[in-house]
């Protein structure tokens, strides 16, 4: 039995009217989500920015400044040397978190590639395994381990030959950071781990297999097949490093408080706008210049994601694989 099929012509009229629908649907699904981040992130950060141009009295009342206190921030002894000094401590943390961090995590993942590696789940989890702890529950137990006066590190290094080797590091102001810092790298590496390790088992069997015909060993085709395949990859986990690190706060507080101890050695920007917002102890919370001081961190973050995506992000070549 033969079946038969109608076509339906419908008026040109009627086919443009359709198109030119506006895609009200679009905006009923996107409303919510639009509007809590609104209100939630674009209005603080809008408010931020205009309380950092004011100032307040004894009583309360605001009063535009302009950039004074920027400028107050940037040249008056009173705020000037603590900024600077949490400036280039959180640029010590992002470097070590760089060269660090990301190496490391690059090479294990390169290790859990590779193709006969046993019990490459479970390596896999406990690495990542420190990323889901609680940062308050990290801080206070390297702190403990970290303890000159109960702390395992010195009789651990006992045992290997090294004890001569260990200081009171979070007590000295030269080893303060960097101690944080490597803590730091121990908790998120497994962030990058991930990453890189899903985009080498994105790499095509074939090419590898290629190469080994070819008669490469295991490094050449790493450093000369999967590590250019895997640029894109490594750029994303650098400037999430980057953003992560000028934001960083909790586990400075919770290792070092508020104070950023010794002296200010362990002092970010994070810690630095906590007690110019808030206050701690004798200082007195001033709402305009942290509102400065978060804008500053802003900016920051700002242009080093704009100076990635326009300097290096549309230079890195892509492959189709």
Known sequence: MAST???VVLPRAQIAGRRGRFPWHIVVFLAPATLIYTVFMVYPLLDSLRLSLFTRDDAGVESFVGLANYAALFFDPQWADRFWNALGNNVLFFAVHMLVQNPIAIGLAALLALPKLRFTNTYRTLMFTPTLLSVVIIGFIWKLILSPTWGVAKSMLGTVGLGSLFAPWLGQEQSALIALALVSVWQWVGMPLLLTY???????????????V????????FWRIKLPLIWPTIGMVSILTFVGNFNAFDLIYVAQGALAGPNFATDILGTFFYRTF???QLQLGDPTMGAAVATIM??????GVMTYFYLVQRRLQRYEL
């Open 5 to 7: 099929q109608t076509a």
């Open 198 to 212: 899903a985009a080498l088992l994105n790499i095509p069997e074939s090419l590898t297999e290629a190469a080994r």
């Open 214 to 221: 070819d008669g490469a060993g295991q490094m050449t085709i």
């Open 278 to 280: 808030f206050g701690f």
């Open 298 to 303: 802003f900016l920051i973050i700002l242009a």
